[in-house]
């Protein structure tokens, strides 16, 4: 039988109170308290406070419409139902909200974390990024890492002027760390956060390392993790790539999608409600780390997959990577690289900053970021029309296969 678990009566009871009694969660992040590289700009108002304005400016700009068709995990499936990127995005917005929302923390500032913290994700999922990563490595001595360059886009290509809370929240959001207890280091500084960025493409492993400066921030790191999990076990057993098992998570968090949602977010919020931190009990801690390995092991490691992604999408991504490179050093305009990348964003960004700008960037920095903006189908076809006579081709799993 399913098992939802609830909050004690005598805690709902005391949340309801501090509600009536206007109650203010000391350690919420204050709307006032918002730091932009121009404080001069996007000052905030009644209808739009400072984070509803970080997270309409994700919103509106054209890579979110890319989410939708981005890989969350399983490429090259002709289904509807299983989950792309934007779901995702979606949901973890939505558990995020949930467990901010009776915590007394600004939701505002959650939701434009949550919105903005996937954007920089490659296409093919993970996958994707591991691929990207070592050419990029192989060309320069610096690593891709989608949170990172989740970032970039927002305050580099797209420079937005959002807020270094919202930044922060999305470079410190790494979903593939869970930790028992989520407590923020606390900056406030865009030097700081810029040496952040630096290290992270310099050092490898220092992505690791990040934390939140806010409890906004714990939120949705910790609800990024919330969200897969489950879900794509669901998606999995739809595929019929995994094989149900009773004793798959093992512990108190559940067996389905909704059981872990449910029973995760009602135990983070009974052990952080009031605190300066977020923690969980020590046997679903245990449980949630044992589903995530699990994941790894069945799910994300099958064979299948990622075999696939080596003889198929891998040997295209170096294709493609090399031919804008080199037409990078060529200057050569009539590429797509500056027809579909350079002088699409030129039309864009000269709202915000000096488009020539960009244009003087580091070739690999240029095509690392045309390459990671692609949808699947956006990446397929570029590499069917570079190379109409290539040796490589993708292979779908239909709907009635």
């Known amino acids: 039988m399913p098992k939802y678990d609830n909050l004690a009566k005598e805690l709902q009871e005391k949340i309801i109170e501090d509600r009536q009694n206007h109650w203010?969660?000391?350690?919420?992040?204050?709307?006032?308290?918002?730091?932009?590289?121009?404080?001069?700009?996007?000052?905030?108002?009644?209808?739009?406070?400072?984070?509803?304005?970080d997270a309409e400016k994700i919103m509106h700009i054209p890579y979110y419409?890319?989410?939708a068709d981005k890989t969350q995990v399983f490429s090259l499936y002709k289904n509807d139902d299983i989950s792309r990127r934007s779901q995702h995005v979606q949901l973890v917005s939505r558990i995020a909200r949930n467990i901010?929302?009776?915590?007394?923390?600004?939701?505002?500032?959650?939701?434009?974390?949550?919105?903005?913290?996937?954007?920089?994700?490659?296409?093919?999922?993970?996958?994707?990024?591991?691929?990207?990563?070592?050419?990029?490595?192989?060309?320069?001595?610096?690593?891709?890492?989608?949170?990172?360059?989740?970032?970039?886009?927002?305050?580099?290509?797209?420079?937005?002027?959002?807020s270094m809370q919202s930044l922060d929240g999305i470079i410190c959001h790494n979903g593939e760390l869970e930790l028992k207890e989520y407590r923020p280091k606390k900056y406030s500084d865009f030097k700081l956060f810029d040496e952040k960025m630096d290290d992270c493409y310099t050092r490898k492993g220092a992505?690791?390392?990040?934390?939140?400066?806010?409890?906004?921030?714990?939120?949705?790191?910790?609800?990024?993790?919330?969200?897969?999990?489950?879900?794509?076990?669901?998606?999995?057993?739809?595929?019929?790539?995994?094989?149900?098992?009773?004793?798959?998570?093992?512990?108190?968090?559940?067996?389905?999608?909704?059981?872990?949602?449910?029973n995760m977010s009602v135990n983070i919020i009974k052990n952080s409600y009031g605190k300066d931190y977020l923690k969980m009990d020590d046997d679903y801690f245990e449980a949630f780390k044992s589903g995530k390995k699990e994941n790894y092991q069945?799910?994300?490691?099958?064979?299948?997959?990622?075999?696939?992604?080596?003889?198929?999408?891998?040997?295209?991504?170096?294709?493609?990577?090399?031919?804008?490179?080199?037409?990078?050093?060529?200057?050569?305009?009539?590429s797509v690289v500056y027809t579909h990348h350079i002088d699409y964003l030129k039309g864009i960004i000269h709202y915000y900053a000096d488009a020539k700008v960009y244009e003087e960037s580091d070739?690999?920095?240029?095509?690392?970021?045309?390459?990671?903006?692609?949808?699947?189908?956006?990446?397929?076809?570029l590499y069917n029309y570079l190379f109409p006579k290539g040796s490589h081709k993708v292979d779908y799993i239909g709907y009635f296969e």
């Open 207 to 262: 992505i690791k390392e990040l934390v939140p400066a806010t409890l906004e921030g714990c939120v949705v790191r910790v609800s990024d993790i919330i969200a897969y999990l489950g879900k794509d076990r669901q998606d999995a057993l739809k595929l019929g790539i995994y094989e149900d098992s009773p004793d798959y998570y093992g512990g108190n968090i559940g067996t389905t999608n909704a059981e872990i949602i449910n």
């Open 24 to 53: 203010v969660n000391p350690y919420a992040f204050q709307d006032e308290n918002v730091l932009r590289r121009r404080m001069d700009h996007d000052k905030a108002n009644l209808w739009r406070p400072a984070f509803v304005r």
């Open 100 to 162: 901010g929302s009776v915590l007394g923390l600004n939701v505002d500032l959650i939701e434009a974390i949550a919105l903005g913290h996937d954007i920089g994700h490659t296409p093919f999922g993970h996958a994707g990024e591991k691929m990207l990563n070592d050419l990029y490595y192989e060309e320069t001595g610096r690593y891709f890492n989608h949170n990172i360059h989740s970032a970039r886009v927002l305050d580099k290509i797209f420079p937005l002027n959002l």
């Open 363 to 381: 070739p690999n920095d240029i095509v690392v970021d045309y390459m990671a903006s692609m949808t699947d189908d956006y990446f397929i076809d």
């Open 298 to 334: 069945k799910i994300y490691g099958n064979e299948k997959l990622e075999a696939v992604y080596k003889e198929q999408i891998g040997p295209m991504f170096r294709d493609i990577y090399d031919k804008l490179l080199g037409d990078m050093k060529k200057h050569d305009r009539s």
């Open 65 to 67: 419409n890319r989410y």
